[in-house]
């Protein structure tokens, strides 16, 4: 029997896709390529899974895990002898228990299928990004996804209880946990989040849920210095008493680009500031929160530490604020973009970024550099627009400046995407000989035919 036969087998016959069918699809939003693989496999439970890691295990064939296709770092790529298993048939919400307030979902339910979920037993799952319509649960977890409300809620990792996978040989890890406090041995979940699918398939998880916040206040504000954004930051977070719930911050060139390509071209805060920030609380008392959120907005001007800012005075408008922030796709008209997600200690932010203009005109001459980011977790997303025809040379120029630039302040070359095949060259900068040799002792112990997502991280 062929491979695609032997598949079938296993997993029906519309479970796998030859590899003539799985080149019509693309590689993800934002590739310009398609798949390519001798098979992708779409199994519709851990069993199945099981089934399938176990074959390809027996046959010594390399497996590269997908979920939604929303990475950056070349995480989910296949190569022609490779095999994908795809989780996007495994999207059922098995359990929402409003008393313990969690939910048991198989790896494949997108991100926003969880929160609309949650959203009618009156509970929220604060996890939150641009992709969430596409993004799945089993990828955010696999690469520990950051988003918009880490300042409040934490990473992936502080919102899994527990999780189910499948190792390389198809045997199943089940600690589907529960429970919030369960100091009972080794925590296995944290073996996989944040793997980026190298020691293990993530099948289905168990994960946290908050009760719903019932009222939202939002500003845009506007400053004269990066100096007064930090400033600005703890001002907030002291005055609104733990309800902080979103910090997003843009520099000029951004904010120009993410409003001027947003529908209408609507600017919250008109005039040229260097520095613009989204701030965002989240409540249960609307005209108690209102109240303090203005107090402190009115407190932040009368301290000198805002140039200017719009409140939002509805619904309507937080939606439409955070259109703004949602807008990265503007990039896609400038260029082909090449995207960085960094991270390094606030009060480094302004040295850094200072020097990366100049360091990147050295490096390829004239150029747009677009940075924005969840400033309050220490966060920053750079993006350098390349024309397509100076792509591939302006690339590893570009890494090396970005990259290499944040090694004397400790910085990391990743903090929310993880490092796939695009930033491997550079895990040395923000990890040590030691912690890159325990790396790979970990994935010889649980992968040591080096079957899963091979090559990738370490």
């Known amino acids: 029997m062929s491979l ?11 479970g796998v896709l030859d590899a003539a069918e799985t080149a019509q699809r693309s590689a993800g939003v934002w590739r310009p390529d398609n798949l390519k693989a001798a098979a992708l496999v779409r199994p519709r439970s851990t069993e199945e899974v099981s089934a399938v890691l176990r074959y390809c295990h027996a046959n010594c064939l390399k497996v590269v895990t997908q979920g939604g296709l929303t990475g950056l770092v070349h995480g989910s790529d296949a190569a022609p002898d490779e095999v994908i298993v795809s989780l996007e048939l495994m ?25 609309e979920a949650a959203d009618t037993h009156d509970l929220a799952f604060p996890l939150d990004l641009g992709a969430r ?20 809620y934490g990473m992936t990792r502080d919102m899994v209880l527990g999780i189910e996978a499948v190792l390389a040989d198809g045997t199943v890890i089940s600690s589907l946990n529960q429970l919030i406090k369960n100091n009972a041995g080794y925590d296995l979940k944290h073996l996989f989040i944040g793997s980026e699918g190298t020691l293990g398939v993530i099948t289905r998880l168990v994960l946290r849920l908050r009760e719903k916040p019932t009222t939202t206040n939002m ?25 902080l719930s979103a910090f997003e911050v ?8 993410f409003t001027g390509g947003h529908v209408g071209g609507k600017q919250p805060v008109a005039g040229d500031y260097p520095m613009y920030a989204l701030v965002e609380s989240q409540g249960a008392d609307r005209a108690m929160d209102t109240e303090r959120f203005n107090k402190a907005m009115e407190s932040a001007f009368e301290a000198g530490l805002l140039a200017d800012a719009a409140i939002a005075q509805s619904d309507a408008d937080c939606h439409e604020f955070w ?7 503007a990039v896609m008209t400038r260029g082909l973009p090449i995207i960085f997600d960094v991270s390094l200690p606030i009060a480094k932010m302004e040295d850094y970024t200072a020097r990366l203009g100049p360091a990147l005109t050295e490096a390829i001459g004239t150029h747009e550099l677009f940075i924005f980011g969840h400033l309050g977790d ?15 040379a302006w690339r590893p120029k570009i890494e090396a400046v970005v990259y290499g630039g944040l090694e004397a302040f400790r910085g990391s070359v990743s903090a929310e995407h993880g490092i796939g095949l695009e930033k491997k060259p550079w895990l040395h900068i923000s990890r040590t000989p030691e912690e890159i040799a325990l790396m ?14 091979a090559g990738k991280v370490v």
């Not at 999207?91 to 929160?115: F, H, S």
């Not at 790979?440 to 997502?453: E, F, I, S």
């Open 323 to 329: 259109s703004i922030r949602d807008n990265v796709e």
């Open 91 to 115: 999207r059922t919400i098995e359990l929402i228990d409003p008393l313990q307030r969690v939910a048991q979902v198989q790896a494949g339910v997108t991100l926003q299928a969880l929160q």
């Open 219 to 243: 500003a845009f504000a506007a400053f004269e210095s990066f100096a007064r954004v930090p400033a600005f930051l703890k001002h907030m977070d002291r005055a609104l008493g733990g309800t």
């Open 250 to 257: 843009m520099w000029q060139p951004t904010y120009r680009l």
């Open 440 to 453: 790979r002792t970990l994935k010889q112990a649980l992968d040591p035919k080096g079957m899963l997502n």
């Open 378 to 392: 220490g966060n920053l997303h750079l993006i350098v627009p390349a024309p397509p025809a100076q792509y591939m």
């Open 4 to 14: 695609i036969e032997n598949l079938r087998a296993l997993v029906g016959e519309g």
């Open 133 to 152: 319509g596409t993004a799945t649960i089993g990828g955010n977890a696999a690469t520990n996804a950051g988003g918009n409300r880490v300042i409040r």
